[in-house]
């Protein structure tokens, strides 16, 4: 299954932190990394295959299609980022402060993927 780039390095990202934090005894952390890895694997199949779709229809000249389908896909990526707080879990500003408001953001958002 084709899966989307921007996903993946972000999983790589993420396998790093989490390996980093297991080491420094964050363990809270890691498990929210899991967590978000798992539910980004699945989106990042979504989006492989909204990516492949887009594909298909430029090839068959349908740009209204095309069009449509990159709108489907930054719409997407933009709610599954926010959901599951990327920014704040790849921690690139240092270490979150608020692990009580991710840990309520997580089971949110593990319940969304669930149903």
């Known amino acids: 299954m084709y899966v989307d780039t921007d996903v993946v390095k972000i999983i790589k990202d993420m396998e790093i932190k989490k390996h980093l934090a ?8 890691a498990r929210k990394l899991k967590q978000a890895m798992e539910c980004l694997r699945e989106a990042g199949e979504k989006l492989g295959k ?5 594909k298909h229809a430029i090839e068959m000249e349908d740009y209204e299609r095309a069009r449509h389908k990159k709108n489907q896909m930054d719409e997407y990526r933009a709610y599954v980022y926010q959901n599951l707080a ?4 790849l921690e690139d500003e240092g270490v979150s402060p608020n692990v009580f408001l991710l840990s309520f953001l997580f089971q949110t958002v593990l319940d969304l993927f669930q149903k």
């Open 22 to 29: 297991v080491l420094n005894e964050r363990f809270e952390y």
């Open 50 to 54: 909204y990516e492949l779709e887009k």
């Open 86 to 89: 990327i920014e704040q879990l």
